[in-house]
């Protein structure tokens, strides 16, 4: 009978006969070893044949029985024939294709502090049917769902899951034969307890095989970059670390798994990337995780971050801390403009600026000191992505509100807690300006009919939305809406209300004209003036204007009339408005203080007979 290990085969017989063409060996390592065992007193007694059949023949036990050792650390897929070869982009792979069951084992690269190599950052197990199992980074696990793994084994979907303080195995049955799938976030190992197949497909199987292997369609993850060299790394020390993996106590396992991919791996990883966020060890420990089942039992956790890292974050090393740092080609977008954050978006009546977590902490900076020109003004930080979110509006949170050429301009800054009362400060100051600006308000003309019971215009000027009624009532009180069923008679008093909806009074109406006419173009004549520059018509004393300028409405009444004429025609009523920006609270309109002047905006009302 045969034993076997990774490529060493015990083999218990008096006599072996291989046949085999050289075709069919080439590239297969055979160690033949006979032992002595109390099991097999023939060897010791000289390979005298004693038993009755002596021949067998090793062509089928060879080409199947290399069992399966398949290691990915870092960027290296190490197959299961011992080759290696390395994936420099951040895609996702087919690790192990098994054409007859439908399993497939998968993994998704992701770059970390540089943007030019690449970790396995979660690994899937994909059955053609049911949900799909991801081992992600932080021993975390997702079936459809984060699951909550403990040292007992779960079942999910025929898999059985258990995670320790290394890392997550997830076991499953090919075929009645057992599989197990490793991860503990920077290296995933597949042991094949079954000889290798050659329905298998993937990296594993044959890790030169990596653009066939290569599943994401989108091909921006193929995308290379090239960072500057790291002048901190010692090339001399690294090869020499590596380099361990050949002595003592390796070099005792070095016929049961060789180490010279993992010492290439190594190698042509640390001399690239610094050794940090744990991966000092990492490519010592995949080759010892390669010899556990023989040998050793490694205890030595992996980082983990307290926090589940978003996606553009990966669990490394911030000042001393393991904690979520940035993905090298997601922080480039802002450390190469030297910002944290933004850009700032105006929408509505808000502006807002989101700062980035990571780079936050990166840069020693804790969000909680943060805050608005208002200290109550706090960012709120979201707890999936660790974005720092901060927004205000233009009359909150000690907003700045100037008028410049045409524009109004809304400033705010993220400015430090002041620590005078604090006894110690670990911050760094901050302070990053942010602002709105958009045209000052500007309206458009617009005719409407009676027949709708107020009219209403919006201006969209930027981001910012302003809408502006004017509404027609027949009391004082602004209780009796005029609509088109209400008749007014001659003389009958009725009041006009104009008003820009906005909750913030940092804006107010100013009406500069008003007049009617019977035809609908406002510039037709007859005309007939009831404001003018503001004021009341002196020579018609029914007018009385009230709160011109004052807020975000105003009002003014007048004592209905008719155009003479033959046939009594339309009366249309129309209003030349501004919105200003208040200033010291009063955008009051005296002869003393003028207001700037903005666009005008006109708003009509038409009476039908
Ligand atoms: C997984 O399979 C291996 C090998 O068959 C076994 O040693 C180990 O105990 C199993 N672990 C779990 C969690 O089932
Ligand atoms: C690099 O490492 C080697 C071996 O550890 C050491 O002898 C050498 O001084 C180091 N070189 C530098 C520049 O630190
Ligand atoms: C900021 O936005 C949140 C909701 O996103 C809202 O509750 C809060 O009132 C806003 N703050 C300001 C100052 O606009
Ligand atoms: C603003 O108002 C304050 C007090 O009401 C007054 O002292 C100040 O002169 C005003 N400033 C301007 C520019 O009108």
Redesign the pocket.
């Known amino acids: 009978y045969v034993t076997a290990t990774n490529r060493n085969y015990i083999i218990d017989f008096n006599y072996i006969y291989l046949t085999s063409s050289t075709e069919q060996f080439a590239g297969v390592h055979l160690f033949i070893s006979l032992q002595k065992t109390t099991q097999s007193p023939l060897v010791a007694a000289g390979l005298s044949c004693g038993l009755q059949r002596c021949f067998f023949s090793l062509i089928a036990s060879i080409s199947c029985s290399v069992k399966g050792l398949c290691t990915v650390t870092g960027p290296t897929v190490i197959d299961f024939r011992g080759q290696m070869n390395s994936v420099s982009d951040r895609c996702e792979y087919t690790l192990l294709q098994d054409q007859s069951t439908g399993l497939s084992l998968k993994a998704n690269f992701m770059e970390r502090r540089r943007r030019d190599v690449s970790f396995v950052d979660s690994v899937t197990l994909d059955f053609s049917q049911g949900d799909d199992i991801q081992l992600l980074q932080g021993h975390r696990v997702l079936v459809s769902s984060p699951v909550i793994l403990s040292g007992s084994v779960q079942t999910f979907n025929g898999v059985g899951l258990s995670k320790d303080q290394t890392g997550v195995t997830a076991n499953i049955s090919l075929n009645g034969s057992p599989v197990s799938l490793f991860f503990d976030g920077t290296t995933a190992q597949i042991y094949m307890d079954v000889p290798v197949s050659y329905t298998f497909t993937g990296m594993c199987a044959d890790s030169s095989s990596s653009s066939s292997s290569r599943l994401s369609s989108d091909s921006s993850c193929q995308q290379q970059y090239v960072d500057p060299a790291d002048d901190t790394i010692?090339i001399?020390?690294v090869i020499?670390k590596c380099n361990i993996l050949k002595s003592a106590p390796f070099s005792s396992c070095n016929i049961h798994v060789d180490p010279e991919s993992y010492i290439i791996a190594c190698t042509e990883t640390l001399c690239k990337y610094p050794a940090v966020d744990g991966l000092r060890c990492q490519f010592l420990e995949a080759y010892a995780k390669a010899l556990t089942h023989l040998f050793f039992s490694t205890d030595h956790p992996e980082p983990i971050c307290q926090d589940k890292c978003s996606d553009h974050e990966f669990c490394g090393d911030i000042h001393g801390n393991t904690d979520c740092r940035c993905r090298a080609i997601y922080a480039s977008e802002y450390t190469g403009q030297n910002r944290l954050g933004g850009p700032t978006v105006c929408k509505d009546n808000t502006a807002s600026l989101t700062l980035v977590g990571c780079l936050l902490k990166e840069n020693g900076i804790d969000y909680t000191h943060l805050h608005l020109n208002d200290k109550n003004c706090k960012g709120v930080m979201d707890p999936e992505s660790h974005m720092l979110k901060f927004n205000f509006s233009s009359d909150s949170c000690g907003t700045d509100i100037m008028t410049k050429n045409s524009q109004v301009i809304f400033t705010n800054a993220v400015v430090t807690r002041n620590s005078s009362s604090d006894l110690i400060s670990r911050q760094d100051k901050v302070f990053i300006e942010f602002s709105c600006s958009h045209p000052t308000p500007e309206l458009q003309n617009g005719a409407f009919k009676i027949i709708d019971n107020w009219i209403m215009i919006f201006l969209e000027s930027g981001e910012w939305h302003y809408s502006l009624t004017m509404k027609a009532y027949s009391d004082a009180a602004q209780t009796q809406l005029l609509g088109s069923n209400s008749d007014v008679r001659l003389n009958q008093k009725i009041w006009i209300v104009l008003e820009t909806k906005r909750n913030e009074e940092v804006v107010s109406v100013v009406t500069d004209f008003c007049w009617a006419t019977s035809g609908n173009s406002p510039s037709s004549s007859p005309r007939y003036d009831l404001i003018t520059d503001g004021c009341a018509n002196p020579a018609d004393r029914t007018v009385h204007v009230m709160g011109n300028g004052q807020g975000t409405s105003n009002s003014f009444s007048f004592n209905m009339f008719e155009f003479s004429g033959k046939e009594p025609s339309e009366v249309y009523l129309h209003c030349q408005l501004q919105l200003c920006v208040k200033k010291n609270n009063s955008c009051e309109r005296r002869r003393s203080l003028r207001y700037r002047r903005g666009a005008p905006a006109l708003i009509s009302m038409v009476w039908t007979p």
């Open positions: 010692n001399t020390a020499e």
